[in-house]
């Protein structure tokens, strides 16, 4: 099975379950994985690496905002669309509950880079 890029074994997710606590057969949140992968690889949390200043991340953020202040859901959806992943309402919900930090409609410029770094409010 693969997580991101890399490949894990079954043998693998099981002992991360064990690490984290989980008795056998019971399921763990994903943030809980998410921590234990952090420990695993002595990983700053997703918010400690993000950038909004990184190059990379600002194109990416001026793509996806096309001159608002901020990514818009609108804006998040057509560019998706262009890029051949169309977004549902449900998906582009999902998606500002997690990257939309403040709440206030707009993914702005450090929710993005939080956001790509993995991290969310939910």
Do not use: N, W, Y
């Amino acid at each position: 099975m693969k997580l991101g890029k890399t490949d894990i074994t079954e043998q693998r997710c099981r002992a991360l379950l064990q690490e984290a606590g989980c008795p056998e057969g019971a399921h763990m949140t994903l943030e809980d994985f998410v921590a234990v992968l952090h420990r695993q690889h002595a990983l700053a949390p997703p918010a400690a690496q993000a950038d909004p200043e990184d190059p990379a991340t600002q194109r990416a953020f001026d793509r996806f905002r096309g001159g608002e202040p901020g990514i818009t859901p609108e804006g998040l959806a057509a560019v998706m669309a262009e890029l051949g992943q169309p977004c549902s309402d449900a998906d582009l919900e999902d998606i500002f509950a997690q990257a939309d930090l403040d709440g206030d409609g707009l993914i702005d410029a450090q929710e993005f880079a939080i956001f790509m770094a993995g991290g969310s409010a939910a």
